[in-house]
């Protein structure tokens, strides 16, 4: 047998190997995005940043899920039109791909759903469809656009929708830290980051965190072991079902990024890290975590933090003479 075939066979081992440990993980790695359609991603990105979707001409998308801070905006409740208080926390856009259903609630069964949602919520971007359509209508460098990504100037909302959607699949954040010790990196983590992991095994947060998002993939009840007093009026997946057992059921959280995406739940009420995790362990695992541990765990959750959404910002094509105009203070 030659020396090469040796090592080759060696190699071969010790990537099944690697692979063996990854896929025996209840969380497995982000990969980059797969785009099909780049001239619709492109199109998406226009409208994600345009602030002509709202009626004040002051709100996008980007202000409630920021790309500069992780997806989101950082407040305990989004500001909409108006300067209204929103009723909820916004959850991060990143790798929200990987959501079983969009909002808390599960409202909108995907992201093309979901992105016609706040341009025609009065407490959001305060617009309607029709008035999106008709704006953008006015608009050559849209109609170019939509041509471009479609086959046709034609502008609609589903081919709104589309396009914003096409664009937020493409902002997932692969190579955390965490992710190269799943692909075999050991030197990767710490030893407290490590223990952290163990602790959040050991403990149950992986029954409802798991996946490449660590996180939603399902509903669960907030205050599965002790009450948990929201200060958001939202009552979860009852909103959707009607059933009174889905009340207070919320859409598992994302972890991924979770360092840049305080506040933290659906009621924006832990400020830090370490508030949420001490509030998790003892609502949901009727578990009071030590400051040791309570270290340890967050330790391992900033090792979630992966490569941000990198990409030239969209230069928008300019609004024509018949494009309406803004009324922000209406």
Same mark, same amino acid.
């Given at each position: 047998?030659?020396?090469?075939?040796? #090592?080759?066979?060696?190699?071969?081992?010790?990537?099944?190997?690697?692979?063996?440990?990854?896929?025996?993980?209840?969380?497995?790695?982000?990969?980059?995005?797969?785009?099909?359609?780049?001239?619709?991603?492109?199109?998406? +990105?226009? #409208?994600?940043?345009?602030?002509?979707?709202?009626?004040?001409?002051?709100?996008?998308?980007?202000?409630?899920?920021?790309?500069?801070?992780?997806?989101?905006?950082?407040?305990?409740?989004?500001? !909409?039109?108006?300067?209204?208080?929103?009723?909820?926390?916004?959850?991060?856009? #990143?790798?929200?791909?990987?959501?079983?259903?969009?909002?808390?609630? !599960? *409202?909108?069964?995907?992201? $093309?759903?979901?992105?016609?949602?706040?341009?025609?919520?009065?407490?959001?971007?305060?617009?309607?469809?029709?008035?999106?359509? %008709?704006? &953008?209508?006015?608009?050559?460098?849209?109609?170019?656009?939509?041509?471009? @990504?479609?086959?046709?100037?034609? /502008?609609?909302?589903?081919?709104?929708?589309?396009?914003?959607?096409?664009?937020?699949?493409?902002?997932?954040?692969?190579?955390?830290?965490?992710?190269?010790?799943? $692909?075999?990196?050991?030197?990767? &983590?710490?030893?407290? %980051?490590?223990?952290?992991?163990?602790?959040?095994?050991?403990?149950?947060? /992986?029954?409802?965190?798991?996946?490449?998002?660590?996180?939603?993939?399902?509903?669960?009840?907030? !205050?599965?072991?002790?009450?948990? +007093?929201?200060?958001?009026? @939202?009552?979860?997946?009852?909103?959707?079902?009607? $059933?009174?057992?889905? *009340?207070?059921?919320?859409?598992?959280?994302?972890?991924?990024?979770?360092?840049?995406?305080?506040?933290?739940?659906?009621?924006?009420?832990?400020?830090?890290?370490?508030?949420?995790?001490?509030?998790? !362990?003892?609502?949901?695992?009727?578990?009071?975590?030590?400051? %040791? %541990?309570?270290? *340890?765990?967050?330790?391992? #959750? *900033?090792?979630?933090?992966?490569?941000?959404?990198?990409?030239?910002?969209?230069?928008?094509?300019?609004?024509?003479?018949?494009?309406?105009?803004?009324?922000?203070?209406?």
């Amino acid at each position: 047998m030659s020396l090469r075939f040796t #090592l080759s066979l060696v190699a071969l081992a010790c990537a099944g190997l690697a692979h063996a440990t990854t896929t025996q993980e209840p969380i497995q790695p982000i990969q980059p995005a797969k785009v099909s359609n780049p001239a619709a991603v492109e199109l998406g +990105k226009m #409208l994600f940043f345009d602030t002509r979707l709202s009626k004040s001409g002051f709100i996008s998308c980007n202000s409630c899920h920021n790309l500069s801070m992780g997806g989101t905006d950082n407040l305990k409740t989004s500001i !909409g039109h108006g300067w209204q208080k929103g009723p909820i926390n916004a959850p991060t856009v #990143l790798n929200s791909r990987f959501n079983l259903a969009q909002f808390w609630d !599960g *409202r909108a069964a995907n992201l $093309k759903a979901q992105a016609g949602g706040p341009i025609a919520n009065p407490g959001e971007m305060a617009f309607t469809h029709e008035l999106a359509v %008709e704006t &953008l209508k006015t608009i050559p460098g849209y109609l170019s656009a939509f041509r471009k @990504a479609y086959g046709s100037d034609e /502008v609609s909302v589903d081919r709104i929708t589309s396009a914003i959607a096409a664009f937020e699949e493409t902002l997932v954040t692969p190579n955390a830290r965490f992710d190269k010790w799943l $692909k075999g990196d050991k030197k990767a &983590l710490t030893a407290d %980051e490590l223990a952290g992991y163990k602790l959040f095994k050991d403990s149950g947060c /992986v029954a409802c965190h798991n996946g490449p998002a660590v996180g939603g993939g399902s509903f669960q009840k907030m !205050g599965l072991v002790e009450p948990y +007093k929201a200060s958001s009026p @939202a009552e979860g997946r009852v909103a959707v079902t009607g $059933k009174d057992a889905d *009340r207070f059921n919320i859409k598992v959280p994302t972890l991924r990024n979770v360092e840049l995406t305080y506040p933290y739940f659906h009621d924006g009420a832990a400020n830090t890290l370490p508030e949420a995790v001490d509030t998790m !362990g003892r609502v949901q695992l009727g578990k009071k975590f030590t400051a %040791e %541990e309570n270290a *340890r765990i967050v330790a391992f #959750l *900033r090792t979630l933090t992966g490569d941000q959404p990198r990409f030239t910002l969209p230069i928008l094509p300019p609004s024509a003479d018949a494009t309406p105009r803004p009324r922000p203070f209406e």
